[in-house]
């Protein structure tokens, strides 16, 4: 019998005794507790309890090598135990993204030996969610045995799953679906996705600029013509066509409720369209590339400005909101697919993003029109705001739309003006 | 073992505030009464000096760690090396076997599965792979694996002896014989002698068994005192299930003389001690190694058998392990459970249905034994139906199991129109 078949075969000898019983100490395991706070809808506290053992065999704590592991060896390595276990691990849902910030470090005694405490709050950019999903992947490339025994106690409620590296995601619930919370959640993104996209603000501006304002042509003309204007209006396409540009000058509207008016035309359209398109993106029964709806989008605001300088349509600038409101829609939805929708909560999603983004739109609307009617007749508003400012946005949306049609970063454009 | 406390406790007595310290023993003694059910018993805390061990683990001056690091720095130089990987794989499974720490069995797991995930990996990391499933007690899918091995490989010895070992745990006695025949063909007669010894053992033909044992019982000056350890514990096995107790405690004490503190042969000479009375023995025989829950599981039987009142302690610290072991969702001790769930807590009904599930994954004597006495304990002799046929077809012969045998035929007996109707129900 040759070296290596001899010691194949002792190895065989050696192994077969063992199943006659079982092992005497079990697998490797972690207890890992989240505790909701509260008074604090953003923070989870976090107790992780890792055996020694396998925090020595992952990152070596017997710095001395002497056998034991003591408490000064322990506390000397606190950021590295911290640094590698907190790194392997995620709580999240519903968009929600968590920080893991150590607060102290323990010990404890379980039924294999003792355990380093990790104690952590997860920091969470939202209110945390009825569905929380746990990301666990301790001592995944290390041993597919472990165990990490979770445990989430929210108020009276106790949720609890196992996990390890073939299974590392679970996803809990914290207590029955608050659907009315999760609306109102969606109803602040809504709100804060409208205010701070400054290319869906700067398209509503652009289309309420004039509607304080009543465009006079200096040269009326006959009924013929009228006719023709009433259909150039409504196509949009004339203006290449014209070989002279129309005379025409702003004056201030008379009476504030036609003005109002105008305004609830061009806002309720826009609702309209982009809402369809919202609904039938999220839905999944709609979907175009991103960077064509982005494109759109800066292409919408482009027009919307143009039509300040050149008016095209003045009457019917609800038909531009309208229309261009479709794509802006599916720019929403972009938006709320980032938001990661939970499951069996789409209705309150859509809903409240919907609801949050009309307010948002409306809240712009509210704050824009007393100001704009006042303001009306100065030439500070309808040289300085309409014209130079719709200049400044057609200028803007320029570079958007070089940017994102073109997929390159224009120097410096970023810098100044984000998204 | 150290008890981790230790420090503490010496600083405490050493600044003689007795009276803290008996207040201390005084909560600990009440603590298992009031938080049986609690698993993390203590809350955490933060240790009184640095110089506090918390933990032992395998110091640098054991070869064995350094021949751990010494394959891992080989296997890191060259991570495409199959062989390399086997070879640590096989240091830490060895090492879990000998220390009963089944962590290492997770380690060397992770070693070999990146070849595992290859479309056709080297038999050798297969055998490993299927080693450890039979460690963990997934037999069927250790069994598969070795039957796809000899496949590929057919007169692969360590595949021959390991699925030997499956088929005799599983009580497939005719796979197992055809399997020491060829074992026998292909390695010569010291392995095949261990694996027909160990099925004739297991098939009420003991003297035979013995016989062949004791041509192989002095494997030579050369062979690890392993080899030489686990044939005088099966001879012990051999010795006791003939009612040979004299014979046997003398195979079980030369087993460990040559590997003291082999946590498999604590844990069956233990259970030996206290099934010949000599529970007193079983403690003083694992006193020393309480971490080992193998180990525990001994000391709180013989405590409980000698009515000492440490039992209520100890008897909250194995649910507690037991508690902690089902967390895991693994069910690998249902057999010990089953045991301990009879004997210490007194709960049959409970007993028996581990018992029950327990048999779906093995069939060893011990298995059989558990069974039997909890379907006797819930006067439920058709339940024991099953294990009797397997007894009739294997001919066991156990001097601990034939009186249970005898018992259950006489209740079945008195009642037959019960077993029968369970018969009929039976799959």
Same mark, same amino acid.
């Given at each position: 019998m040759n070296t290596r078949k001899l010691f194949i075969t002792l190895f065989a000898l050696v192994v077969s005794m063992i199943p006659l019983s079982a092992f005497a100490h079990k697998e490797s395991d972690a207890y890992l507790t989240l505790r909701t706070d509260t008074t604090n809808n953003h923070v989870m506290h976090?107790?992780?309890?890792?055996?020694?053992?396998?925090?020595?065999?992952?990152?070596?704590?017997?710095?001395?090598?002497?056998?034991?592991?003591?408490?000064?060896?322990?506390?000397?390595?606190?950021?590295?135990?911290?640094?590698?276990?907190? %790194?392997?691990?995620?709580?999240?849902?519903?968009?929600?993204?968590c920080a893991m910030q150590p607060t102290g470090q323990k010990i404890d005694e379980h039924t294999d030996g003792a355990y380093a405490v990790i104690l952590f709050d997860a920091v969470c950019d939202k209110n945390i969610p009825s569905k929380l999903t746990v990301v666990y992947r301790l001592m995944y490339d290390l041993d597919p045995y472990h165990r990490g025994i979770v445990t989430i106690h929210a108020g009276d409620k106790i949720a609890g799953t196992v996990l390890g590296p073939a299974n590392p995601v679970a996803s809990l619930n914290l207590r029955e679906p608050e659907r009315w919370g999760e609306f109102k959640s969606f109803v602040t993104d809504g709100i804060w996705h409208i205010w701070t996209g400054i290319d869906h603000i700067l398209f509503l501006l652009s289309l309420l600029l004039p509607a304080v304002l009543i465009r006079r042509r200096l040269q009326p003309r006959g009924d013929g013509w009228r006719a023709s204007a009433a259909l150039a209006e409504t196509s949009g396409a004339l203006m290449a066509l014209t070989t002279q540009p129309p005379r025409y000058r702003w004056e201030a509207s008379p009476r504030f409720w036609p003005a109002c008016l105008d305004v609830i035309k061009v806002v309720s359209a826009f609702s309209l369209s982009h809402s369809v398109t919202l609904s039938?993106?999220?839905?999944?029964?709609?979907? =175009?590339?991103?960077?064509?709806?982005?494109?759109?989008?800066a292409l919408s605001v482009m027009v919307a400005a143009l039509n300040n300088i050149y008016p095209v349509v003045h009457k019917r600038?609800?038909?531009?909101?309208?229309?261009?409101?479709?794509?802006?829609?599916?720019?929403?939805?972009?938006?709320?697919?980032?938001?990661?929708?939970?499951?069996?909560?789409?209705?309150?999603?859509?809903?409240?993003?919907?609801?949050?983004?009309?307010?948002?739109?409306?809240?712009?609307?509210?704050?824009?029109?007393?100001?704009?009617?006042?303001?009306?007749?100065?030439?500070?508003?309808?040289?300085?705001?309409?014209?130079?400012?719709?200049?400044?946005?057609?200028? =803007?949306?320029?570079?958007?739309?070089?940017?994102?049609?073109?997929?390159?970063l224009i120097p410096g454009f970023s810098a100044i003006i984000p998204n | 073992m150290n008890d981790p406390h230790e420090g503490t406790v010496d600083e405490v007595r050493r600044s003689s505030r007795c009276v803290v310290l008996r207040f201390f023993l005084f909560l600990l003694l009440l603590l298992p009464?009031?938080?049986?059910?609690?698993?993390?018993?203590?809350?955490?805390?933060?240790?009184?000096?640095?110089?506090?061990?918390?933990?032992?683990?395998?110091?640098?001056?054991?070869?064995?760690?350094?021949?751990?690091?010494?394959?891992?720095?080989?296997? #890191?130089?060259?991570?495409?090396?199959?062989?390399?990987?086997?070879?640590?794989?096989?240091?830490?499974?060895?090492?879990?076997? %000998?220390?009963?720490?089944?962590?290492? =069995?997770?380690?060397?797991?992770?070693?070999?599965?990146?070849?595992?995930?290859?479309? #056709?990996?080297?038999?050798?990391?297969?055998?490993?792979?299927?080693?450890?499933?039979? #460690?963990?007690?997934?037999?069927?899918?250790?069994?598969?694996?070795?039957?796809?091995?000899?496949k590929r490989d057919p007169g692969n010895v360590q595949a021959l002896l390991t699925l030997a070992t499956v088929a005799m745990v599983q009580g497939d006695h005719a796979l197992a014989n055809k399997l020491c025949v060829d074992l026998t063909n292909d390695a010569g007669n010291f392995m095949?002698?261990?694996?027909?010894?160990? =099925?004739? %053992?297991?098939?009420?033909?003991?003297?035979?068994?013995?016989?062949?044992? %004791?041509?192989v019982e002095d494997p030579g000056p050369k062979a690890p005192p392993a080899i030489s350890a686990w044939i005088e514990g099966l001879m012990a096995d051999n010795a006791a299930r003939m009612g040979l107790a004299d014979q046997a405690d003398v195979h079980f004490k030369?087993?460990?003389?040559?590997?003291?503190?082999?946590?498999?042969?604590?844990?069956?000479?233990?259970?030996?001690?206290?099934?010949?009375?000599?529970?007193?023995?079983?403690?003083?025989?694992?006193?020393?190694?309480?971490?080992?829950?193998? #180990?525990?599981?001994?000391?709180?039987?013989?405590?409980?058998?000698?009515?000492?009142?440490?039992?209520?302690?100890?008897?909250?610290e194995m649910d507690a392990r037991f508690q902690s072991m089902d967390q895991r969702g693994d069910h690998v001790f249902m057999r010990e459970e089953a045991s301990y769930l009879l004997h210490v807590e007194h709960s049959p009904k409970a007993a028996l249905d581990l018992a029950t599930q327990n048999w779906q994954v093995q069939r060893a004597p011990k298995d059989v034994r558990v069974y039997l006495e909890a379907a006797l304990a819930t006067n439920d002799p058709a339940a024991a139906t099953p294990v009797l046929d397997f007894i009739d077809s294997t001919h066991l012969n156990d001097v601990s199991i034939n009186p249970l045998v005898a018992q259950l035929h006489v209740l079945q007996a008195a009642a037959p129109s019960m077993t029968s109707a369970t018969k009929r129900n039976s799959p």
């Open positions: 976090g107790q992780w309890d890792i055996a020694l053992r396998d925090l020595d065999y992952a990152i070596g704590l017997d710095s001395r090598h002497d056998g034991a592991i003591t408490w000064g060896e322990v506390k000397a390595q606190r950021k590295v135990i911290e640094d590698y276990a907190l %790194s392997r691990l995620q709580v999240k849902g519903d968009g929600l993204t039938l993106a999220v839905l999944g029964i709609v979907h =175009l590339p991103d960077r064509l709806v982005e494109s759109g989008i600038v609800w038909l531009i909101a309208f229309a261009f409101g479709f794509i802006h829609g599916l720019g929403f939805a972009s938006a709320l697919a980032g938001l990661q929708l939970p499951a069996g909560a789409m209705a309150a999603s859509l809903g409240g993003f919907s609801v949050g983004v009309e307010i948002g739109q409306e809240a712009i609307v509210l704050a824009f029109l007393p100001v704009a009617y006042m303001l009306r007749k100065t030439w500070f508003y309808q040289v300085v705001l309409l014209r130079w400012g719709s200049l400044l946005i057609i200028a =803007l949306a320029a570079g958007w739309l070089m940017q994102r049609a073109f997929n390159i | 009464i009031t938080l049986v059910a609690q698993t993390p018993r203590d809350a955490p805390y933060i240790p009184a000096t640095d110089s506090v061990v918390l933990q032992l683990v395998p110091p640098r001056t054991d070869p064995r760690v350094r021949q751990f690091d010494q394959l891992r720095s080989d296997l #890191s130089a060259h991570p495409q090396d199959a062989a390399k990987a086997v070879l640590l794989a096989i240091a830490y499974v060895d090492y879990g076997r %000998s220390t009963g720490d089944a962590r290492y =069995l997770g380690r060397a797991m992770a070693v070999i599965q990146p070849f595992m995930a290859t479309p #056709s990996p080297p038999v050798s990391v297969m055998l490993v792979h299927a080693t450890i499933q039979q #460690s963990r007690h997934f037999f069927q899918a250790s069994r598969d694996e070795l039957t796809q091995i000899l095949g002698m261990i694996c027909s010894a160990s =099925l004739r %053992s297991l098939s009420g033909q003991g003297a035979q068994a013995n016989a062949l044992f %004791s041509y030369k087993a460990l003389q040559q590997t003291p503190g082999d946590n498999f042969l604590l844990a069956d000479y233990g259970e030996f001690l206290i099934d010949h009375g000599r529970a007193k023995e079983a403690v003083d025989l694992v006193d020393g190694d309480t971490q080992s829950d193998t #180990s525990f599981l001994v000391l709180v039987t013989a405590e409980k058998a000698l009515g000492l009142p440490k039992a209520k302690t100890d008897m909250a």
